[in-house]
């Protein structure tokens, strides 16, 4: 079921005590299956309410909440250096589950154009991913979300691949490309980390100069960490990806992956298989045609790009 704003705001009141709900308003990023609403309080304060839409929501919503209360401490004790969503209260769903409300988190979301070299936002993300791969691994596994070993996951991208050509609408030169990575298994010696899982530019918040804020922890586990450098070093600007990696690469403590940057570029472009296959499965013709034009553009970027590196 969809909730309005209003319905939102009163499960606000019942979750928090005593809080005199004055404004209401829709976020302005999607939510995907969770009903999500901005209420402001007689005092100006911001609370974020989070009701899941079905079940499967509601379970990764509990999982959240448990990871989130993990995070806190490393939040206080300066070992993640930016704030994270607090869960302040609950309300229970009639028809099960519960709606979450937390105090919203400060910050402007990150545009990764306006991205550039030096000491300055660049390398405050690139400090800020460092500190969540540095995370304990145990702050994932008690909360219940997915633990992959560095072959396991490799295997996991291999099932990607497998059925996104049995589609067979990826073009034949960019599968033999994926299959020659995936089976270079020097590529896949890493050692795996907390993974934040869906990070992007709505997800990275920032002031000053720095980031300040991490939205969005549901897709968590114990993965890769190329998985998380992926969207910036597809898609910031080339001199920036440096001050980012250069940064990251110093907050890292005993890192000895000399294919980290080679993974993430696979894992960007692994993320249209993704988006080809979600929009089969949900039978979207709109997000199938997307994918294949990317696919394709893709394709002929990539193939240009290796006839190049042979001619030299």
């Not at 990764?112 to 993300?125: C, D, H, K, M």
């Amino acid at each position: 079921m969809t909730r309005s704003p209003l319905a939102l705001a009163a499960l606000a009141t019942v979750a928090i005590p005593g809080l005199d709900a004055y404004d209401v308003r829709r976020p302005t990023a999607a939510a995907g299956d969770f009903d999500v609403a901005v209420v402001v309080d007689s005092v100006r304060r911001r609370w974020v309410v989070r009701a899941p839409q079905n079940a499967a929501a509601g379970a990764a919503l509990e999982a959240e909440v448990a990871l989130l209360e993990g995070l806190a401490p490393h939040v206080d004790e300066g070992r993640l250096p930016f704030a994270v969503p607090r869960p302040a209260g609950f309300a229970h769903l009639p028809e099960g589950g519960r709606a979450c409300v937390h105090r919203e988190v400060a910050g402007r979301p990150l545009r990764l154009e306006t991205l550039r070299p030096g000491p300055g936002l660049a390398a405050s993300v690139g400090r800020a991913l460092a500190a969540v791969h540095e995370l304990p691994t145990a702050v994932v596994e008690d909360a219940g979300l997915p633990v992959y070993d560095a072959g396991s996951y490799r295997e996991r991208r291999q099932a990607e691949v497998d059925e996104a050509a049995r589609t067979g609408l990826v073009p034949p030169t960019l599968l033999r490309r994926w299959e020659e990575q995936l089976e270079d298994v020097a590529l896949w010696r890493f050692r795996p980390t907390v993974v934040h899982g869906d990070l992007t530019s709505a997800h990275v918040l920032v002031a000053d100069e720095a980031v300040v804020g991490v939205l969005d922890w549901g897709s968590t586990m114990v993965a890769d960490p190329a998985d998380d450098l992926s969207w910036l070093l597809v898609a910031a600007p080339q001199d920036a990806v440096d001050a980012i990696l250069e940064a990251y690469l110093l907050r890292r403590t005993e890192l000895t992956d000399p294919h980290l940057a080679d993974r993430a570029m696979l894992a960007g472009e692994l993320a249209l298989a993704r988006w080809l296959l979600h929009g089969v499965r949900a039978g979207r013709r709109d997000v199938v045609d997307d994918a294949v034009g990317m696919l394709h553009d893709l394709d002929e970027h990539t193939r240009v790009e290796d006839e190049a590196a042979a001619a030299l």
